[in-house]
């Protein structure tokens, strides 16, 4: 099985999910709402955080299903496939405010070419 395949796949069914409201994680977003410039900079400082996270998580993932640990293994593919979801909130955040920046829907499509399609 390839785990990145697996992880692309989860995360592609929790993109179809309502997100509803903001996580915790994610709150810290709403500080700097009403400046454009400044979430879409707190928002890619988080994508970048969370993704280097959950790359480490699919690494991980890797090692336990090659000594054998499916458990642990499938465990840490949730966790990346979460972080993946979080960094699509953000982004979701950030576009729902300010639809035709730039950087935010490239940022955003980077997100789904990388990591979620």
Same mark, same amino acid.
């Not at 999910?17 to 707190?42: M, W």
């Not at 576009?95 to 730039?102: D, E, G, I, T, V």
């Given at each position: 099985? %390839?785990?990145?395949? @697996?992880? /692309? @796949?989860?995360?592609?069914?929790?993109?179809? !999910?309502?997100?509803? @409201?903001?996580?915790?994680?994610? #709150?810290?977003? =709403? =500080?700097? /709402?009403?400046?454009? =410039? $400044?979430?879409?900079?707190?928002? #890619?400082?988080f994508d970048v955080q969370n993704a280097a996270l959950a790359n480490w998580d699919i690494t991980l993932a890797e090692s336990h299903q090659a000594a054998g640990e499916y458990d642990l293994a499938k465990a840490k593919? $949730? !966790?990346?496939?979460? $972080?993946?979801?979080?960094i699509r909130q953000a982004y979701d955040e950030v576009?729902? #405010?300010?639809?035709? %920046?730039?950087r935010a829907n490239n940022y955003y499509g980077e997100l789904l070419y990388d990591y979620i399609t």
């Open positions: 099985m %390839n785990l990145i395949l @697996t992880c /692309a @796949t989860v995360c592609a069914s929790l993109v179809a !999910q309502d997100a509803g @409201t903001l996580p915790d994680e994610l #709150r810290h977003l =709403a =500080a700097v /709402a009403g400046n454009e =410039a $400044r979430l879409v900079d707190a928002a #890619r400082a593919l $949730r !966790q990346a496939s979460a $972080r993946f979801e979080l576009l729902a #405010r300010y639809p035709k %920046n730039a």
